[in-house]
């Protein structure tokens, strides 16, 4: 039964400091920006009283805090008049938004001015509430910065696109309003909004923190739950066309091993399989490919590898990750290293890891479908010669896995030191994200390059053996499928049929 405060929470996406996010949570904040968001009572009492807190130490204490009245980075030893501290922040803003390649998509961005304002909300990094708020304003107007993928470091935070995040709540930089690539200061004009005018600490709070790479994180690991959900589907279906063995799907073989992702991984296309009449056929082999008889083990390990990174995701999307930190209950403000990205840094090289492990085997389970083995014909056309039937989408599916493999190069193994020495490691988080991005985005292709001959090969099987069928759950897929993409006959153009698959995976509910 829904109370009213479900009924709260859905009507709006909810910046709570008592809440602990979830990554589909955050997910919806990029997807769903229709919904609302505000900060909760409890978020804008941290952030004021962690503001008077700032202000009572700036005009009654001369001690140096970093970045409140010092320099930044290797000017950290000069000290900064009282007079100049609202400058200091804007000539932050103007001097760190160097970000440059491809501009981060609309999703992200959203998902980084919640994220943003929820670190914010713990009431530790000195913000102003007119601030905070601002970040939210811009999300419910659908306000986006343009921010740029490249120029993070992953160290001191995020900092170039934490920048270009932040210059248009000061009537800087660029933006996407209403359909519209404008500058920041028309965008305002436009939704009424005035520029701020940071104060001492605002501009740091902004640009320090990890909210580039985490929203990338969040996107990257809610779509690596989605497409493991398709590749053990896809292992199913494609099990049925290539008459595999369903016998290594026992439950008994994976208990005997106790690895949960891989128990996890064969009752899922166990259950896919229930009721096939083309499983329960005699089989003329003893055993299959490794690319049929290990996909438990194989899928079950990037389970188990999704599942770690959505466990550090969630703690990172949960955290005060700039700095200094204020601590106004311990009179205290303290300069550390939690804008370092080195935990996300590591997850994003592995979740791209395993996720393009998923990628391997489905294009191995594409090439056995096409080499004309097990009673299907070559290409899966049976008019070979003149027609070449499907021949070319293993040699995508081929390109596309082999650049997931330079992909998957780990980023935090690297570190260039910057800053003239003051930083001297840095995680390399940010590129860690990106390519972790484009992993995501060549699975599905890859996955859906494996639905287009799966299913092609079952419309084959069929007439092989009468019209016999998969499970109910498979036939429902494959129908669905067929309204988006006809069986292939004779030669045609394919690649709107990869397009159709790879939106049909991208869009599809499950239940």
């Given at each position: 039964m829904e109370t009213p405060s479900t009924i709260q929470q859905q009507r709006q996406h909810l910046i709570c400091p008592k809440h602990r996010l979830g990554i589909s949570e955050a997910y919806r904040w990029a997807t769903q920006p229709q919904i609302p968001a505000a900060l909760s009572d409890q978020a804008i009492t941290h952030i004021q009283a962690c503001r008077a807190y700032i202000e009572?130490?700036?005009?009654?204490?001369?001690?140096?805090?970093?970045?409140?009245?010092?320099?930044?980075?290797?000017?950290?030893?000069?000290?900064?008049?009282?007079?100049?501290?609202?400058?200091?922040?804007?000539?932050?803003?103007?001097?760190?938004?160097?970000?440059?390649?491809?501009?981060?998509?609309?999703?992200?961005?959203?998902?980084?001015?919640?994220?943003?304002?929820?670190?914010l909300s713990y009431g530790h990094s000195g913000i102003a509430l007119s601030t905070a708020q601002r970040l939210i304003d811009f999300y419910n107007a659908d306000l986006l910065p343009i921010v740029y993928e490249q120029g993070s470091?992953?160290?001191?935070?995020?900092l170039a696109p934490l920048s270009h995040l932040s210059l248009p709540l000061i009537g800087l930089g660029e933006v996407r309003y209403k359909g519209e690539r404008m500058s920041a200061a028309q965008a305002l004009s436009q939704a009424g909004l005035s520029p701020l005018r940071l104060q001492a600490k605002e501009g740091l709070a902004l640009i320090n923190g990890?909210?580039?790479?985490?929203?990338?994180?969040?996107?990257?690991?809610?779509?690596?739950?989605?497409?493991?959900?398709?590749?053990?589907?896809?292992?199913?279906?494609?099990?049925?066309?290539?008459?595999?063995?369903?016998?290594?799907?026992?439950?008994?073989?994976?208990?005997?091993?106790?690895?949960?992702?891989?128990?996890?991984?064969?009752?899922?296309?166990?259950?896919?399989?229930?009721?096939?009449?083309?499983?329960?056929?005699?089989?003329?082999?003893?055993?299959?490919?490794?690319?049929f008889r290990c996909i438990p083990?194989?899928?079950?390990?990037?389970?188990?590898?999704?599942?770690?990174?959505?466990?550090?995701?969630?703690?990172?999307?949960?955290?005060?990750?700039?700095?200094?930190?204020?601590?106004?209950?311990?009179?205290?403000?303290?300069?550390?290293?939690?804008?370092?990205?080195?935990?996300?840094?590591?997850?994003?090289?592995?979740?791209?890891?395993?996720?393009?492990?998923?990628?391997?085997?489905?294009?191995?389970?594409?090439?056995?479908?096409?080499?004309?083995?097990?009673?299907?014909?070559?290409?899966?056309?049976?008019?070979?010669?003149?027609?070449?039937?499907?021949?070319?989408?293993?040699?995508?599916?081929?390109?596309?896995?082999?650049?997931?493999?330079?992909?998957?190069?780990?980023?935090?193994?690297?570190?260039?030191?910057s800053s003239n020495g003051q930083e001297d490691h840095v995680s390399m988080g940010a590129n860690a994200a990106t390519k972790c991005y484009r992993i995501v985005?060549?699975?599905?292709?890859?996955?859906?390059?494996?639905?287009?001959?799966?299913?092609?090969?079952?419309?084959l099987r069929r007439r092989e053996n009468g019209g016999i069928s998969s499970s109910a759950a498979i036939e429902m897929i494959y129908e669905a499928f067929r309204r988006q993409v006809a069986p292939l006959d004779t030669d045609r153009f394919l690649q709107p049929d990869i397009a159709q698959a790879v939106q049909f995976i991208r869009n599809w509910k499950w239940a």
């Open positions: 009572q130490k700036i005009t009654q204490s001369d001690t140096a805090f970093y970045g409140i009245n010092t320099g930044f980075g290797l000017l950290c030893d000069i000290r900064i008049a009282p007079q100049d501290l609202a400058d200091l922040q804007h000539n932050l803003l103007l001097s760190h938004a160097v970000g440059t390649g491809a501009e981060v998509p609309a999703p992200l961005v959203r998902l980084m001015l919640l994220l943003k304002a929820q670190s470091l992953g160290a001191s935070g995020d990890t909210q580039f790479m985490s929203a990338y994180a969040v996107w990257g690991t809610a779509q690596a739950r989605h497409l493991a959900r398709w590749a053990d589907l896809l292992a199913a279906m494609s099990i049925d066309a290539y008459d595999a063995h369903p016998t290594p799907l026992s439950p008994l073989i994976h208990r005997a091993r106790k690895q949960r992702g891989q128990q996890r991984s064969a009752a899922r296309i166990s259950a896919w399989l229930e009721g096939s009449a083309m499983a329960q056929q005699p089989k003329a082999q003893v055993q299959d490919p490794y690319s083990q194989i899928h079950g390990a990037s389970l188990d590898a999704v599942k770690y990174v959505r466990r550090i995701v969630r703690r990172e999307i949960n955290a005060v990750t700039d700095n200094p930190l204020v601590f106004a209950d311990e009179d205290t403000i303290l300069s550390g290293g939690n804008f370092h990205g080195q935990p996300l840094a590591l997850s994003l090289d592995f979740l791209g890891i395993a996720l393009a492990e998923l990628g391997n085997l489905s294009e191995r389970r594409t090439y056995k479908l096409l080499d004309g083995a097990r009673r299907l014909p070559i290409f899966l056309t049976e008019h070979s010669g003149l027609h070449s039937g499907l021949m070319m989408l293993q040699y995508t599916a081929a390109a596309i896995v082999s650049q997931n493999k330079q992909l998957c190069t780990p980023a935090s193994i690297d570190s260039i030191v985005e060549n699975l599905t292709t890859i996955l859906g390059i494996e639905l287009i001959c799966v299913g092609q090969a079952l419309s």
